[in-house]
């Protein structure tokens, strides 16, 4: 390989047939006389240009695209030649680093010598040792091209916001649960929302038996073991639910906060109750029918109820979780898209209650397809009010474009699967922590299962690894109508 | 006399091969590898200009006449081998002591609707003023096999070289053709002028008798002519007449050593403005000559007015940059040639004013 031509933090490397690089691959550009080196990633392959490239070709198909067949009689064996350089090809860099002394700066400032420099690939262990991605509670994420194994830091992931996305079944979930298990593994408490029931099972293996785990995963399905009573619930946490999930009007809020403080006056916070006041209360009737609208709507949702005892289990495993880690799975799978927000605006509101009071450490949420049950206004809390509490996000998505923007650049963390569409790739790609011809050469190519994973957990080198298999039984297959036959 | 060897040395042609002399390319490979052997470990200076030479020779002549009327053809579609021969020669680079040069030639033919084509070389050299006088009468004494007339001259000089050489091979790929092909018609680049250094007239007269033999008619097209009449190049004289047709020349005089084997005629073979050049075995009769571009017409694919077979002999022997760096390539790698970049003068000393030595 011979370093071509340096543009900003772009380099154009020349490599010939026998030296094989792919996207992705690190290479180590090292100036013995400067004492120092590049560290640069591959983010595409081309071919050179070579002068008469055209010619050579035209001329293979003279005869309106026929190939002329013939006899070279080629003594001196120059054939071989001709096709080495022909088959040159050109690879772009990113330079990510520069090495000094056995360690590194993000400068790409100085120029290597094109003559003298010497250009060699560099494995990953050697990069995860140069960049010290390791630590002390180790999360395995999966073995990297060249057979190493690539791993992050738990703590990487800690007060932070990931995103995790790609296409349809490119393994985004597959790479969730791994997460979330390792993260358990580690104590901490992990709250999903289980938009199609995928994570039920992460404390089965995958022939259905328990896995170690098992006692630290906790299934809450709302309406069923999963229920809140109104006593339980603060005021303002129900008001976002009316406001918000139910879209009450201004003035019925306001006679729905007067009937709250006088049924908690009285103590007499029941559903039953709640009905009976809005009934009574002297108020217009058109706010009586928008309250009693909502009132039902609660109702129907069956997520309320009057018996405490039945109203427990969240509080419960949150605090076992606290103690020996654990996930909290929220099923939302048969949950109507209302029900869906009532139980979302509840949970947030809880946590943030139990984390204001420290009752709760912290908590990782892992959120699929936020956008069909966070209101609008959550995403900037999610980002910056609620980091403070300690509520850190993993977004799961096969939709970036549902992602906001700002939830982009402030990203810490991006697990990356394969997008093959432009306009996906441009969405992801406004990341901060991420180049653009980054995102959109490497993650264009990525076979399923592979995953490009950028940011803090990988120091900010790009790494690209196939996610780990997991004995977990698989939950949220697509239902098909062919199976059998296939 | 050329020693004749059987084809079982040379399987690659697949074409009817009777006798065919293999003792040039033998001598090329031999004095090729020979030649390299002296230069390794040395620098190699790069061209900032490469330049290509198509053996191409022509004596400018006086006193032609154009008959006036042209002589219309109509395409015969007999099937009939149409074959073509071009060589092509380029310097590759300098050394301390010499120029490395390349040199490849082509035959196509077309038989059966197919162009089928052998490609010898590249054969690269190493030539020096002391080895060249070597390298060229090995070689001439390889084709010519016995003394002749040639080989009372000196050698060419250092710059000549590539051109000799490709004319030397060009020469044994046109016998071979004229050899090995019965009834078919052979086409040259360039024209039946013999007596330069390059077209030793006893050779072509033997090529040329050669081909007649068996029953060939020998056509040589040139892309460039010198030739004018009343002062205009022969082949920008427009004639209101629709093509396909030829138009004869007469009065064509040369100064000795200077030989004319062909008949000259202008010839118009597809529409639009294009003419060239065409030598024709002087020795085949009018009828001969006429019917042998008929059939070429109906045997061959035209683009401005410029025979397929033909064209594709260039193409396939013409150097493409890509081959000279795999060259360059080559020679640095199998025999340790230290490419160096000498300054280009022209370049130095005038800036962007330097159009650089191959184009002083």
């Known amino acids: 390989m011979k370093l071509y031509k340096k543009e900003g933090n772009i380099l154009q490397i020349l490599s010939f047939p026998n030296e094989t690089v792919e996207k992705g691959d690190y290479l180590l550009i090292e100036d013995a006389d400067a004492g120092k080196a590049l560290i ?275 509080e419960e495993c949150l605090f076992r979780a606290r103690e020996q880690g654990g996930a909290i799975i929220i099923n939302l799978k048969n949950t109507s898209p209302i029900d869906r927000q009532i139980v979302v605006e509840y949970l947030l509101g809880k946590l943030v209650e139990l984390l204001t009071s420290w009752r709760l450490k912290a908590v990782f949420l892992f959120a699929e397809e936020a956008h069909l049950y966070l209101r609008e206004t959550y995403w900037d809390d999610i980002v910056t009010r609620m980091r403070h509490f300690g509520i850190f996000t993993t977004f799961i998505t096969n939709q970036p474009d549902t992602i906001r923007e700002n939830i982009y650049r402030q990203a810490d963390n991006i697990f990356l699967f394969n997008f093959t569409n432009e306009h996906d790739l441009e969405v992801v790609s406004r990341a901060a922590r991420v180049d653009a011809e980054t995102v959109k050469s490497i993650a264009r190519d990525l076979p399923p299962h592979h995953c490009l994973v950028l940011g803090k957990v990988v120091k900010d080198f790009p790494m690209v690894a196939k996610v780990k298999a997991l004995d977990v039984k698989t939950m949220g297959e697509t239902r098909l109508f062919f199976k059998e036959m296939n | 006399m050329i020693q004749q060897h059987t084809i079982a040395t040379t399987p690659k042609y697949n074409f009817p091969q009777p006798t065919i002399d293999t003792t040039l390319p033998q001598r090329l490979i031999e004095l090729s590898i020979h030649s390299l052997k002296h230069v390794q470990n040395q620098p190699i200076q790069l061209n900032q200009q490469t330049l290509q030479q198509n053996s191409n020779t022509e004596t400018p002549t006086q006193t032609l006449q154009l008959k006036p009327q042209p002589i219309p053809l109509k395409p015969k579609h007999e099937e009939t081998i149409v074959a073509a021969v071009d060589t092509s020669s380029i310097k590759i680079g300098e050394t301390t002591t010499g120029i490395l040069i390349a040199v490849r030639g082509a035959n196509v033919w077309k038989q059966n609707r197919n162009y089928r084509y052998v490609r010898l070389g590249p054969f690269v050299f190493h030539i020096t003023e002391e080895n060249k006088r070597e390298v060229y009468s090995a070689l001439q004494r390889a084709y010519f096999n016995s003394p002749h007339e040639h080989n009372h001259q000196s050698s060419p000089n250092l710059l000549q070289m590539p051109t000799r050489i490709a004319s030397l091979l060009e020469r044994w790929l046109q016998t071979t053709l004229s050899k090995t092909i019965s009834n078919g018609l052979i086409l040259f680049d360039g024209s039946l002028t013999s007596g330069t250094p390059d077209t030793p007239t006893q050779l072509i007269r033997e090529t040329l008798e050669a081909a007649r033999k068996r029953r060939n008619i020998v056509l040589a097209f040139s892309k460039m002519t010198n030739l004018r009449f009343n002062g205009h190049l022969i082949t920008d004289i427009p004639l209101g007449h629709k093509p396909p047709y030829l138009l004869e020349t007469a009065g064509l005089t040369t100064k000795p050593p200077v030989v004319l084997l062909g008949d000259v005629y202008v010839a118009r073979l597809t529409k639009g403005n294009y003419a060239f050049r065409l030598d024709i075995d002087k020795e085949a009769s009018p009828g001969q000559k006429i019917d042998a571009v008929e059939k070429l017409l109906g045997n061959d694919l035209f683009s401005q007015s410029y025979p397929e077979t033909l064209r594709l002999a260039h193409i396939l022997c013409t150097f493409t940059a890509n081959e000279v760096i795999a060259m360059q390539h080559f020679t640095t790698r199998k025999h340790r040639l230290r490419i160096i970049n000498r300054p280009d003068m022209h370049r130095l000393l005038f800036g962007p004013f330097g159009r650089g030595e191959g184009n002083s």
Request: hydrophobic residues 40%.
């Open chain 1, 40 to 314: 640069a990633q591959v983010i595409d392959v081309q071919f050179a240009s070579i002068p008469g490239i055209l010619e050579e070709l035209l001329r293979s198909l003279p005869d309106g695209g026929e190939l002329v067949q013939g006899e070279d009689f080629d003594p001196l064996e120059i054939a071989p030649h001709i096709t080495y350089i022909q088959d040159a090809s050109l690879i772009v860099c990113k330079i990510r680093a520069t090495v000094e002394n056995e360690s590194l700066t993000p400068s790409s400032s100085w120029l290597p010598s094109r003559s003298q420099s010497t250009i060699k690939k560099v494995p990953i262990p050697t990069l995860l040792k140069l960049a010290r991605i390791d630590g002390k509670l180790p999360i395995v994420l999966g073995g990297t091209k060249d057979a190493s194994l690539l791993t992050i830091d738990a703590s990487s992931l800690d007060g932070r916001l990931n995103i995790i996305t790609g296409k349809k079944e490119t393994g985004k979930s597959h790479l969730s649960k791994l997460l979330i298990l390792d993260m358990i593994r580690y104590k901490t408490t992990v709250v999903v929302f289980d938009l199609n029931g995928e994570y039920l099972s992460l404390g089965m293996t995958a022939d259905g038996k328990r896995n170690a785990h098992h006692d630290k995963i906790h299934v809450l399905s709302p309406s069923q073991n999963f229920k809140v009573a109104l006593k339980q619930v603060h005021l303002h946490i129900l008001l976002e639910i009316l406001i918000h999930a139910l879209h009450l009007p201004g003035t019925s809020a306001r006679e729905f906060r007067r009937i709250w403080q006088s049924l908690k006056e009285r103590d007499n916070l029941t559903l039953r109750e709640l009905g009976e006041a809005i009934r009574v209360w002297h108020c217009n009737q058109h706010v009586r029918d928008a309250l009693f609208s909502r009132y039902y709507a609660l109702v129907n949702s069956g997520f309320f109820t009057d018996n405490v005892a039945e109203a427990t289990l969240l």
